[in-house]
């Protein structure tokens, strides 16, 4: 009794792109053997906007606006981590002042971002007043970054070895300031 002969093929499935309004879109080409995946390849382009795609054509100096656009919620981040990676290469020591200034910049952008989350997720839960509480105190963050950047959002602060300026005048006054608010009206 002999065996009835089956045919092996590979089937390639195209996975996405998904909607663009949802978030982290991404394309990937699989090949699959039966129910095994044995080879993906991402199509690059397709996540984040297509940043990874500008980003083929140009310098670091040239993408680093372009980071700013990866998350508008916690931009001082991206821009971190764009600027931090070639200093940590080219061990290239920034001054401590910067150094400063990066850490407080970064702090703010994390409790912004923190409250962005905060507010819209107690107006899920039902409660709408803690929701615009909770944005008053993200724009007072939003007019410290304004100050110092020229910018509130998609601020393009950070450059490769310190910050794009110093903070101007009377800035570290108006943030402890915020800082106090901030600590009075959340304890």
């Known amino acids: 009794m002999s065996l009835p002969l089956t045919r092996k093929d590979l089937m390639i499935v ?10 982290g879109v991404l394309r990937l080409i699989v090949t ?6 044995i080879d993906c390849e991402p199509i690059l382009g397709y996540l984040h906007t297509g940043m990874e795609k500008i980003a083929e054509n140009r310098t670091i100096i040239q993408y680093l606006p372009y980071v700013t656009r990866w998350d508008y919620l916690a931009t001082m981040f ?3 981590i764009t600027v931090n990676a070639p ?5 290239i020591q920034i001054p401590q002042r910067a150094s400063y200034i990066r850490v407080i910049m970064l702090e703010l952008s994390r409790i912004a971002s923190h409250l962005l989350w905060l507010g819209p997720f107690m107006a899920d839960l039902g409660a709408q007043t803690p929701f615009f509480y909770i944005f008053r105190e993200r724009e007072l963050i939003y007019d410290l970054f304004e100050a110092a950047t020229g910018m509130r ?8 070895g310190g910050v794009a300026a110093d903070l101007p005048y009377g800035w570290i006054n108006k943030c402890l300031d915020f800082c ?3 600590f009075t009206r959340s304890c």
């Open 14 to 23: 195209n996975m996405g792109p998904q909607h663009p309004s949802m978030h």
């Open 32 to 37: 699959l053997d039966g129910e095994d995946v």
């Open 78 to 80: 991206t821009e971190a």
């Open 87 to 91: 200093e940590f290469l080219e061990n």
């Open 153 to 160: 959002m998609m601020h393009n602060y950070f450059c490769i």
């Open 180 to 182: 106090d608010y901030f």
